[in-house]
């Protein structure tokens, strides 16, 4: 059996389970490949993970087989799948999803004739996200179990870790700062949505010194795949889905601070460790005065430099997280020194809310730099809310956050650098327009659709951007497209269809009607955007602009007179040749609406 993505047809190999028992129509579960961070197969409920599957890399089961299996991964320009078939081509078995969501392996027994259960999944721990985000979960019987925090982590609740853990309040930085690792073993590894495979033939300790040059590292496993040798497997996410097995699994190593470090390296020191703490103790009595008041001064000059940045996060959540999200804090100095200390030769760009520089890390990390200016009363609201949401959302189309700085008044957000800037410098300059042949947009078309529909179906919360624009959609080196700019994007919680606004903010041409006139907005908003984004990156042409013989049309109203006169390809961008606009009208034909297993219509429908 084969699950993934033929990456030359398109075609996407899953399973789904039935309606129910007795209806065969497509039902709410499905059994396929994720390739958002690292690969992994994930059981969904509609678009919500309900199971995860631990198969990385290639030589760990993604079930608990009851006989022999040969499995395999790949991953290259053509496909990415995961393959596994049995040892003994006598025996006949299958594998289904059903449709109350468990995922099972059936047996055929030629003595009844029947069909026979093997075993199924998922069961308590096996349920995805069981003990919420940096909790691990601990089994106690067989539909029993129980939540306790990683190393570092305390509860969100009183209780325990079953809402999920946050990092202790009291802890020191853990950038560049006597930082390390705790290694917790036989685990099922984290949730790899926002994990990256390193390299193949690293040691534990090259694995180790490469997560700690990023300060945006949570925790790395390092592998031994038998045939393929050593590897690193790093997380920069939050740590989620993580269980203990009582044999087997993985070697976690968390990421803590030093005063976590010095406790858990006190403990497994044993009695000699103790020992040699009484000594250092009575050493350190006899230390001059003068050095410990330095060292008491410099925690000082520290804990100032941070609790700025706490007080600013803490007091600035969102309103239905308990806590903010686990930035990376990077210092001043660190920012200064990747920019050339804000060289006009690296600034990238200037809007209301400051200016954008380019830098690179010690690590030889690219980074782009959005520094919040001192004297401007636009983007501070902005600020908190881009801080506090985007680093919750993962998705190759979206733009990704590092961290933030915040020191003194300096107010600084870190991302991704994006060598080919925005959208609109491309599709509005005559000379680089001409390096977008139709193949080139329609992919950018379709990576901003994907981007949406991951904001509005598929992200853990339901995002309405408001402001999306080709100037806040950028481009990385192999010209894919990623969201940016969330700094007015709302929350729409539960059922929640739509809100409104008395502050209508965002980009006029872009905006819709009903939130123009009435400050209504929904995810449809955010669909209208992208349906004038559709239109300028086909036409060239900016929505605002004047057209032909009537002034007051924009480009929406230009596109609708020539429907009505059956017309509608004079839009093509004449940079375009002639083959491509076949190739769009070949397209925009049929083809359109069944590229991959992109759902296009769902964005038609609302």
Known sequence: MKIGLNRITGLNSFLTSWKSQDDPGTGNYSFKLNLTGFPQLLLYEVSTPHYRADPWPWNRPAFKPSFGFNSNFVNNEDEV????????????????????????Q???????????????????????????????????????FGCTCLPGYEPKSLRDGSEGCVRKKLGLSICGNGEGFVKLAHLKKPDAFDAAWMEMGMSSLECEQACLRNCSCTAFINYNTNDKGFGCLSFYGELIDIIEYTDDGWDLNVRVDAIELAKYTGKSKGFLGKKRNLAITILSVAVPLFLVSLLAYMWLMKKRKTKGTKDYLEGNELEDSNRHPDLSIFDLSCIAAATDNFSPTNKLGQGGFGSVFKGQLSNGQQIAVKRLSKSSGQGMEEFK???????????RNLVKIFG?????????????????????????????????NWRKRFEIIIGIARGILYLHQDSRLRIIHRDLKTSNILLDGEMNPKISDFGIARIIKGGQIQDMTTRVVGTYGYMSPEYVIFGKYSTKSDVFSFGVILLEIVSGKKNNNSYQNHPSLTLIGHVWELWRVDRALDIVDSSINERATNEFESITGGELYSINDMTITEFEAR
């Open 81 to 104: 799948s995961y393959f596994f078939s049995l040892d003994d081509p006598s025996i006949i078995t299958r594998f289904v999803v059903d449709s109350s969501g468990l995922y099972q």
């Open 106 to 144: 059936l047996t055929w027994n030629d003595g009844d004739g029947q069909w026979k259960h093997v075993w199924s999944t998922p069961r308590s721990c096996d349920n995805y996200g069981s003990c919420g985000a940096y909790s691990l979960c601990i089994l106690d019987g067989v539909d029993r």
């Open 404 to 436: 933030c700085c915040i020191q003194d008044e300096e107010k600084m957000l870190i991302y991704e650098y994006m060598p080919n800037k925005s959208l609109d410098s491309f599709i509005f300059d005559h000379t680089r327009s001409s390096l977008l």
């Open 385 to 395: 809310n881009e801080v506090m949401l985007i680093a919750k959302l993962q998705h």
